[in-house]
């Protein structure tokens, strides 16, 4: 139904007008117009139901149909439509028609999602970031199937079922729900030693992000992109955010997911319906067969990623998000994306990840969407033209025309129907492949560790300890202690200083390390691209600023500092005890857009604490009030506050002597607070 008004929710001719209105008229799915839909129709006024009820039994029918299966993974997302702008003509490179022409704008359709846990679980999981990207370009979509984390935790597919049973709910228990911190998940990793390195990035701030504008997309593994003379080069895929890459810390994290399960959809509805764009740039990482033959790992290694200090990222074009879905149904939960889904101009590598994905890919949705037409659906449907004699299935809707329904046929002319094109229909890369038929795990993807030392060290000091606080907090939910030694063993071939914090904060000893299956090279250099604080914003542009205010305050002050987050492209929350809004000193009324205990300040970038001395002092003796400045403080917020809120955050244990991330209010305050707060933490207070 995407593509016709909703109010009219067929396809089929002019909407009914009622007697009195603009409002269309109700009918049934036939379009028979309904009298009462208040009341079933029974013999007598207290009689049976009658089974003649044809509009009931519609009704009832179709809403004991309207579930369908959750995605196996990824069934919690959400999704934006946009466009991708080709910044250059790339045919040196390919001849995919999207990269031909500069400036050229491609609709696009993208899909966010938590990996673990069901639909309906919080958006604050702990959990790899699904950052999938349809772009119905002109010769057919292509998707790009990625995730927020440029590796992956195993390197074959056929591991894949068994990842995903040990990372979801046990299956006795149905527990835990969207979370990794369970013994199944830590016993399967720990047997893994391949995963370790996707560990590092799911244990970093990377797997709890502030929001999905601010997190990055990779395609993780290597693909081809083919010219028109048949050359091939190999390609990693980046997606970086405009906005500069931001995460929430783990207490959080714990905390949003109670306050505002819905957080990162709420943030992208609310961006986008304010017209506050989100934006990523499409990087390319090129190589050749030379670069990939004298790397150190295999970059068919899904595990590993390709530094960008030895092969830079060339900025293509630029994906921008600008209008959500009418019907989060009819599209974020009936897209299909595949990686089978390319164009002429790109190819698969060998990746034996990547190749048991195009099996999966187009095999799920046939369980999911029911049926072999869900490229009929509009939200998956190519929007250049396509023609093909496929036809039949459940809810067929596009079958061929006329008389020929197969080729070769000699019909002629347009009766006979679409013919292959040699010259630019799609061609697989001709790559020469021999060896004989076998089981095995190539010796090129046997260094598990390295990369993961790599990830460590390019951390700061923040970053590192928050990985060794999350490996605590998620092995300390693991029951057996052989589980959790035999995790300890792989974290001293990651390095030192992590392996001894975590059995520090487990309170275990060292074990011996295992045997690797590659001695791990220890010096790879640091690099800064795997950090996300050395990549954050330069401004609050995008971000959120939560004002707690009393009766009392000064309206002046308030408009002040709501000027100049505006100024700086971000918003403004203001936070009272009554969500009435809170009586300023000049008589108006300041509305609130939270009551102090629905709106804690984790769901802030920052805050101000805006009070009169009265209000200063009835917030002290509120327990959520108090909250609310402890946790600003303790989670290394910037804190703006006037001279009578003191005694509130006195009462919430700040320090007597304020420290550089907080500022008092004064008149020059609010512009210098703003450009202080687009480094978003005061990181000094917990150093
Ligand atoms: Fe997958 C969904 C990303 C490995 C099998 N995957 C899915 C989605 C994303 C990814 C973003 C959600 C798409 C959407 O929004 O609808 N998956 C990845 C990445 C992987 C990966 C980046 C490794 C590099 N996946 C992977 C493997 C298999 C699958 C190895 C199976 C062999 N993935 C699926 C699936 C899903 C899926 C079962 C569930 C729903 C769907 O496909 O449409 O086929």
Known sequence: MTDTPRDTVSSGGETHQSAGGERPQLTTQQGVPVADDQNSLRQGSRGPTLMEDFHFREKIFHFDHERIPERVVHARGYAAHGYFETYDSLSDLTSADIFQRKGEKTPAFVRFSTVAGNKGSGDLARDVRGFAVKLYTQEGN??????????????????????????????????????????????????????????????????????????????????????????????????????????????????????????????????????????????????????????????????????????????????????????????????????????????????????????????????????????????????????????????????????????????????????????????????????????????????????ARQFFVSQTKVEQDHIVDALVFELSKVERPDIRTRMLGHLIHVHDDLANGVADGLGMDLPDAPTPAREPITDLPASDALSILKNGPDSFKGRKLGILLSDGVSAAEVEAVKDAVTKAGGICAVVAPKIGGAKADDGSNIPADEKVDGGPSVLFDAVAILTSDDGAKMLAGMHPAKSWVADAFAHCKFILFNDASQPLLKAAGLPDDPDDGMMKMTKTAPGKFVKACGALRYWDRVA
């Open 142 to 451: 292509w998707d790009i199937v990625g995730n927020n984390i440029p590796v992956f935790f195993i390197q074959d597919a056929i591991k894949f079922p068994d990842l995903i049973h040990s990372a979801k709910a046990e299956p006795d228990r149905d527990f835990p729900q969207a979370q990794t911190a369970h013994d199944n998940f830590w016993d399967f990793i720990s047997l893994t030693p391949e995963a370790v390195n996707m560990v590092m990035w799911t244990m970093s701030d990377r797997a709890i992000p502030r929001s999905f504008r601010f997190m990055e997309g990779f395609g993780v593994h290597t693909f081809r992109l083919i010219n028109a003379k048949g050359k091939s080069s190999f390609i990693k895929i980046h997606w970086k955010p405009k906005q500069g890459l931001q995460s929430v810390t783990w207490p959080e994290a714990v905390a949003i997911n109670g306050a505002d399960p819905d957080f990162h959809r709420r943030d992208l509805w609310n961006a986008i319906n304010s017209g506050d764009f989100p934006e990523w740039e499409m990087g390319l990482q090129v190589f050749d067969e030379d670069f990939a033959d004298s790397f150190d790992f295999d970059v068919l290694d899904p595990t590993k990623i390709i530094p960008e200090e030895l092969v830079p990222v060339q900025i293509v074009g630029r994906l921008v998000l600008d209008r959500m879905p009418d019907n989060f149904f009819a599209e974020t939960e009936q897209v299909a994306f595949q990686t089978g889904n390319i164009v002429p101009g790109v190819d698969f590598s060998n990746d034996p990840l990547l190749q048991g994905r195009n099996f999966s890919y187009l095999d799920t949705q046939l369980k999911r969407l029911g049926g072999p037409n869900f490229n009929h659906i509009p939200i998956n449907a190519p929007k250049c033209p396509f023609h093909h004699f496929q036809q039949d299935g459940h809810m067929a809707m596009h079958n061929p025309k006329g008389r020929a329904n197969y080729e070769p046929n000699s019909w002629p002319g347009a009766e006979g129907g679409p013919r292959e094109d040699p010259e630019t229909g799609f061609k697989s890369y001709p790559a020469e492949e021999t060896g004989p038929k076998q089981r095995v795990r190539s010796e090129t993807f046997a260094d598990h560790y390295s990369q």
